[in-house]
């Protein structure tokens, strides 16, 4: 998950894992060999809330996902699992003082390299929060915030050797104070802040993933709001120098759209996904394409009978794109099954996905693919008081 959580959010998000939801019919699972199929992965030890919330692969099959989890004593914590090529192991990164602690985003430039950001929370106090990891241990490095703010979070990181590029949001000190884009680098020594753009907004902006093809060329997307229930998308491209903004294209409808990840095919084109809001009230999956000139409107696929669904993550390898998320017939969103569609470079199609057995929530936050046929998704799953982390491979 690349999306920003502000403090209310964090609470709303553990409130939502650890409801009780109605049942819902589960996806129909892949033939064997092929589609998308359920991989096991742990969970700390009496952790009554687990979740995977990005992931990254290197070349050589191995791959290291982020996320949270609530220690049996209570809190929040980071959370990283580690997959050899065989099987997931969990790792505990460092906590940082505070009572809430997220990795929210993962970069491995190398198999023995992988960068982690998110924030943790100490009272009224938000600070961003970024790990380095061997794949065996975690660090906390030093990592700046903006002068005169009390409020500061990084939601994504993407990583070209060893450069890295990350973004989120921060508020100044004061009461009318909103929100506006952070973005930090990293050349291989420490963070820095960099000068971001803040576009026009009346109720603040910020930043929701990044993606780097390579340290002079990335892409992020974010979301601005103009009023209480008003919101629009928007995109920033970085030559290594300076941010360009992007204007993207808002779906007609009732004016709430999120962007949520953002993928690119090397240097001849980007795809970010989100959701929209249409003249319905449903809560529907947004995709846009960048064609390195301008942003243009995409269709993914509507599950049958959906009132709710969303993509939450999204990885291209040309010509092909994978995104996911979850869907619900139910316009609160649960319950609700995992969602895959495939983006073959001119339309959208949706993929059937496992659940696991008896789930009544299921989301898939992430993916990464490493070829057009060899992607893993992340994610969580609820079922009797406990939310656990979730992985999918696809097998194309």
């Not at 209310?8 to 409130?15: H, Q």
């Not at 099959?61 to 090529?85: H, K, R, W």
């Not at 790990?131 to 490095?141: F, Q």
């Amino acid at each position: 998950m690349h999306r920003r959580l502000g403090a209310s959010s964090i609470m709303l998000f553990v409130a939502i894992a650890l409801t009780s939801f109605g049942s819902l019919g589960l996806a129909r699972a892949a033939p064997a060999g092929a589609g998308w199929t359920i991989q096991p992965s742990p969970n700390p030890a009496g952790a009554p809330l687990s979740s995977l919330l990005s992931v990254s692969c290197s070349d050589d099959g191995t791959c290291m996902a982020v996320g949270s989890y609530s220690p049996p004593g209570g809190g929040i914590a980071p959370l990283a699992e580690d997959f050899d090529g065989t099987s997931w192991t969990v790792q505990i990164p460092q906590s940082p003082g505070g009572t809430t602690a997220f990795l929210s985003s993962v970069s491995c430039p190398t198999p023995k390299l992988c960068m982690a950001v998110g924030y943790v929370v100490s009272g009224s106090t938000v600070k961003p929060l970024v790990e380095e990891s061997d794949t065996a241990t975690w660090k906390i490095l030093p990592t700046p915030q903006p002068p005169d703010s009390f409020w500061a979070i990084l939601t994504s990181v993407s990583c070209t050797d060893q450069d890295c590029i990350a973004v989120g949001g921060f508020i100044k000190n004061g009461p009318d104070s909103q929100e506006q884009p952070l973005s930090e680098q990293w050349h291989g020594r420490a963070w820095s802040l960099i000068s971001t753009l803040n576009p026009h907004s009346e109720n603040g902006s910020g930043l929701d993933a990044v993606t780097c093809v390579r340290f002079e060329h990335c892409e992020a997307v974010g979301s601005y709001v103009f009023a209480d229930v008003v919101e629009n998308v928007f995109a920033f491209g970085w030559n290594g120098t300076k941010w360009a903004f992007q204007p993207q294209v808002n779906p007609t409808g009732e004016e709430v759209n999120e962007d949520r990840a953002v993928a690119c095919m090397g240097s001849s084109g980007c795809t970010s996904v989100g959701t929209w809001v249409d003249n319905q009230g449903r809560i529907r999956a947004l995709a846009e394409g960048w064609d390195t000139t301008s942003w243009a409107l995409q269709q993914p696929g509507d599950p049958q009978g959906f009132q709710f669904e969303q993509l939450e993550g999204v990885s291209c390898v040309s010509p092909d794109c994978e995104a996911v998320g979850n869907w619900s017939t139910s316009l609160s969103g649960f319950p609700s099954s995992t969602l895959a569609e495939q983006w073959n470079g001119s339309a959208w199609a949706i993929q059937p996905t496992p659940n696991p057995p008896g789930a009544t929530q299921s989301l898939l936050e992430a993916v990464q693919c490493r070829t057009t046929t060899d992607c893993v998704a992340v994610g969580n799953w609820y079922a009797g008081g406990v939310t656990q982390t979730l992985v999918e491979t696809y097998t194309g």
